[in-house]
């Protein structure tokens, strides 16, 4: 047993409801469970409960086991001191509040029938599962349930995306510009470079950016300096001894400093996705556009956003991967895949931090452009896809994302809308 599972059983009063009695004997009529509360606090909020001829009106705390009340430290915490039922899977102690007086305990397993508790092993106990709980069930999940859940995790997915976001923006003094600089190049560097890149755009002040970015070269060896890209002494080809000795100067006149980068990594990297042409793209769309932040915010469709992106790395880069090593002729531009990604991972939580920093509501804007979106091609998206449920768009599979992140893989069946529909379907 488990908690989330009793506060599913009492929000949707799934126990009992004649005939219920307090461990002391009392006689228990629920008229109201109350709001559930997902803070610091009691579990559920204004409970209507009738005791023993006594309507009270108040707070209801669960917990596995009474003496759960002790171990929690609720008697020396004032937030507890209206609580009313003390709901209980075992009652192994008696509960006192602050002022000394007991509190009313409600030992749930004696009211809970086996139909509800086989179903509740069912779900979260699927010894045969080869992905999720609830797999051979998901096709039959109702399309508007499913749909609205996919609302609240898109949001969820956008809120957890934030979090960065938000810490940048304190980082850099409220720096929206610095803060889109370092989400840019974290994101840019994709999974293997991510945490290089982010120790590059962190390390490098911005305003050295806004200094130099009309010279793509000069912000370029900039960043191939910092990435710790121009150190081999044994490369004598002329473009890059050129970017070393640039570096060299802006290194002494901005007094960078590079303690704390992390260099880049090559292994296990296609060559379109090597640091060095990254790095030269981030450089080409700073130059390219010398107000990037205001554009990508004001940008309302994703053609606009992709006629931002539409830039590709400096000219010698056509016909090298690395430095020194000549290769078939290719214009090194941004994929339409690789911009979709930057989109959804960059520019939309950003789009989204920085709505509710100035109080505008872009929400449906925000899932528009999502909804545009190809979806995402992964292992998780192609589960849920063999399972009944297919991502149409990128709204959508970041929102299985969430989904199988946050709920799934954590056995979190009770928090779910899909694991809640089926227990009380099962119930």
């Given amino acids: ?34 709001t559930h509360n997902h803070l610091a606090g009691p579990d559920f909020f204004n409970a209507r409960i009738n005791i023993d001829g006594q309507l009270w009106a108040g707070n209801v705390e669960i917990h596995l086991k009474s003496s759960d009340w002790y171990a929690h430290h609720h008697e020396k915490d004032s937030n507890y001191n209206n609580v009313i039922l003390h709901v209980v899977w075992e009652d192994d102690v008696s509960v006192f509040r602050k002022n000394n007086t007991e509190i009313p305990v409600l030992e749930l397993k004696k009211y809970v029938s086996e139909n509800v508790l086989e179903g509740y092993q ?22 508007f349930l499913m749909q609205h859940w996919l609302d609240r995790l898109y949001l969820e997915r956008l809120e957890r995306k934030s979090e960065l976001v938000w810490e940048l923006l304190s980082l850099s003094k409220n720096d929206w510009e610095k803060v889109l600089f370092i989400l840019l190049l974290k994101n ?7 945490d290089s890149f982010l120790s ?13 970015r009309e010279h793509s070269f000069r912000l370029e060896s900039i960043l191939f300096g910092i990435a710790g890209l121009l150190e081999d002494d044994l490369i004598v080809d002329e473009y890059y001894i050129r970017l070393k000795e640039e570096y060299q100067y802006q290194k002494h006149k901005f007094q960078i400093d590079v303690r704390g980068v992390q260099k880049p990594g090559f292994f296990k990297l296609r060559p379109a996705n090597f640091p060095t042409i990254r790095l030269s793209q981030v450089a080409s769309l700073y130059h390219t556009h010398q107000n990037l932040f205001s554009q990508l915010i004001s940008a309302v469709s994703l053609e606009e956003i992709y006629k931002i992106f539409d830039v590709a790395a400096s000219p010698y880069w056509y016909t090298h991967f690395s430095f020194g090593k000549i290769s078939r002729k290719s214009g090194k531009k941004l994929s339409k895949k690789f911009i979709d990604l930057i ?15 100035k109080g505008v509501d872009v929400g449906d804007e925000i899932i528009k452009i999502a909804s545009e979106l190809d979806k995402e091609e992964n292992t998780v998206v192609h589960s849920f896809k063999n399972y009944g449920f297919k991502a149409s768009n990128a709204f959508e599979s970041q929102s299985i994302l969430q989904l199988y992140n946050e709920y799934c893989s954590k056995n979190r069946c009770l928090q779910c809308a899909v694991g809640n529909h089926l227990l009380n379907r099962n119930g």
């Fill in 1 to 34: 047993m488990r908690e989330d599972m009793l506060h599913f059983i009492w929000k949707y009063k799934k126990l009992q409801l004649e005939n219920v009695y307090t461990s002391k004997n009392e006689s228990i009529v629920i008229e109201d469970v109350g």
């Fill in 122 to 143: 069912a779900l979260l106990n699927n010894k045969r599962k080869v992905f999720i709980n609830c797999e051979k069930d998901l096709k039959y999940i109702d399309s």
């Fill in 188 to 194: 840019f560097g994709s999974k293997i470079n991510a």
């Fill in 200 to 212: 590059i755009g962190t390390a490098l002040d911005f305003l050295i950016v806004r200094k130099v």
């Fill in 343 to 357: 989109v959804i991972n960059t520019i939309l939580p950003l789009k989204f931090c920085y709505s509710k920093d």
